[in-house]
């Protein structure tokens, strides 16, 4: 039998990587961008040598795909070399941070292979950038190899791509980077942008069932005054309510398209700004992955179509992403969302705040207390097929 070739042993060895990998710690580093994301920080990728061209790529993929503002200090070699002429290797990444203005809201992330060691004199520029960075009180992740160096002892959540083979640490760090990174861009806690080549097909996608959500009192918490529910005034009010992230990370598991549905009447009213809730919107979509937001910023007496239990929010959302209405559910804290989810085919789970107000005219097909018992109820009832 001929022995194996180097591609051969090369590619085993890539298997063993994958099969090495921590997915804790890349779901941690996923929270922590979503985080920074939800503050409005920015991120900050630190890489010198081939982990510097990938941090290029990933400062791409971070503000497209995931609509991160997102740099790197390599990508300006003007600057990079000015500062290494004049001030030295070891500071300039620490020099950008600094005239970038570095806050406790942004996020530092490292690509490296050995992630700076200062005794051995390997990118100290790294080392001090790190140091920076918790001096300003921002947070610090890394996707490096070997031991991971000062930014795996340092960094507040890291993946370490495993050595499986001594000889070949760099090109498997550097090669698994890359698929880290694409990975958290296209993890659903992340992603806002569909990439181009999957949202091209010459045939017309086959409709698909979502999860219509209300927003306040579902997904956020409300402000209950006289037994009534109001939404948050400003986006520091905002609070996403304990199980809500994991319930909707289930449902998109399971094919679920997810769908915000609002009336916002206090628009109408004069005691909100439509600026406002748009700004709360995004800071839900930043942090969850919902798929499109539909409001209705009417009052009762404006009598329009899309303000719920009319179901005209959810016949727009099925229009516009082709979704299969009597696959779908609509799942809300009020007899609105409820008479709306009806009105348009869906089923219908009202989760029960004990709100002082009157009950649907119909029943929901189920009543719960939360998010999380909703989307298991979902998703046993669809895997029914009832």
Not at 252 to 281: C, M, W, Y
Request: hydrophobic share 40%; glycine share 6%.
């Amino acid at each position: 039998m001929s022995a194996k070739t180097f591609s051969q042993e090369f590619l085993e060895e890539a298997s063993r990587v994958i099969e090495k990998l921590d997915s804790d710690a890349i779901e941690r580093i996923v929270s922590l961008l979503a985080q920074t994301r939800l503050v409005g920080g920015r991120l900050f990728i630190l890489g010198v040598g081939g982990s510097a061209a990938n941090a290029s790529h990933a400062v791409n993929d971070f503000r497209k795909i995931a609509g991160i503002e997102a740099y790197a200090p390599t990508d300006n070699v003007s600057e990079l070399t000015a500062r290494t002429n004049d001030e030295g290797w070891a500071t300039v990444f620490e020099g950008w941070l600094r005239t970038s203005r570095l806050s406790s809201s942004d996020l530092i992330l490292v690509l490296s292979v050995g992630g700076g060691n200062l005794e051995k004199n390997v990118s100290p520029n790294l080392v001090a950038a790190i140091n920076y960075a918790k001096k300003i009180g921002a947070r610090i992740a890394g996707i490096v190899g070997r031991d991971g160096g000062y930014t795996a002892k340092m960094a507040d959540e890291c993946v370490i791509i495993p050595t499986v083979n001594p000889n070949h640490v760099t090109p498997h760090s550097e090669a698994f980077q890359s698929i880290v990174w694409h990975l958290l861009v296209s993890h659903p806690q992340l992603k806002v942008e569909e990439t181009k080549w999957e949202s091209t097909t010459s045939a017309a996608p086959a409709s698909r069932p979502a999860v219509f959500l209300d927003r306040d009192g579902v997904i956020n918490r409300a402000f209950v005054r006289d037994g009534k529910p109001f939404p948050p005034s400003t986006l520091e009010e905002l609070e996403i309510l304990p199980d809500v992230a994991d319930a909707l990370n289930q449902l998109k598991r399971h094919g679920f398209e997810l769908v915000v549905v609002s009336n916002q009447p206090d628009v109408a009213r004069g005691t909100q700004s439509k600026d406002n809730v748009e700004r709360i919107n995004r800071a839900i979509g930043y942090s969850l992955p919902i798929s499109d937001f539909f409001t209705c910023y009417h009052t009762d007496e404006d009598n329009c179509s899309c303000r719920k239990p009319r179901p005209g929010l959810l016949l727009l959302a099925a229009q516009k992403h082709n979704l299969d209405l009597s696959k779908s559910y609509m799942v809300g804290d009020r007899w609105r969302d409820v008479e709306a989810g009806q009105s348009a085919g869906c089923k219908t789970i009202l989760i029960d705040r004990s709100y002082r107000e009157k009950a649907p005219a119909r029943s929901p097909d189920t009543i719960v207390t939360s998010m999380g018992d909703a989307a298991q109820w979902i998703i046993n009832s669809s895997m029914k097929g009832t």
